[in-house]
């Protein structure tokens, strides 16, 4: 089976497809909570059930065009990497030892969160300017990647070899 996935591809894939929920304006991120290579839990960002959200009644850091990265407070939304804590919190589900697969680079609320629920590693897909979280993850020991999937990193192999 020449295409089948490799275990960080399919769980990268499993969180783009949970951020395919999101109801954030600006960024849409997934997160899938991995332990012995099985999904504990997922999160999206978006609004607290049974609160509107940003995309239907607006976002005040659109309306008051906060920078990336910034004032997270004024968003009505939860954060995917936070959503995921929550679902674990609220069905009994330790994340203790997990390995948290996000689509886009933790801020540091969320990193310090994942810290505290005993998450292990963090796999991000795309960056984002918030230089305190891989700070604290660092320093907490937590191992934190970019990923690289087996078709980019072929084509690296590729490209170095030329
Ligand atoms: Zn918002
Ligand atoms: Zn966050």
Redo the contacts with the bound molecule.
């Keep these: 089976m020449a295409n089948r996935p490799e275990w960080d591809d399919y769980f990268m894939d499993i969180a783009a497809m949970v951020a395919s929920r999101a109801t954030c304006l600006r960024r849409q991120v997934g997160c899938v909570m991995v332990k012995d290579r099985r999904i504990l839990s997922t999160g999206y960002n978006g609004a607290p059930s049974g609160v509107s959200h940003c995309s239907e009644v607006g976002c005040r850091r659109e309306q008051e065009g906060i920078p990336s990265g910034e004032r ?1 407070e004024l968003c009505r939304g939860v ?1 995917a ?2 959503n995921a804590i929550i679902q674990g919190a609220r069905y009994g589900v330790s994340l203790q030892g997990a390995v948290a697969y996000t689509t886009t680079q ?2 540091s ?2 990193t310090k969160m994942m810290i505290n629920a005993g998450i292990v590693e963090v796999i991000f897909g795309g960056e984002f300017p918030d230089e305190m979280s891989l700070a604290l993850l660092k320093e907490a020991g937590v191992f934190c990647h970019k990923h690289t999937s087996r078709i980019e990193a072929a084509r690296k192999k590729a490209a170095n070899e030329r």
């Design positions: 997270a954060h990497e936070q933790p801020c609320i969320c």
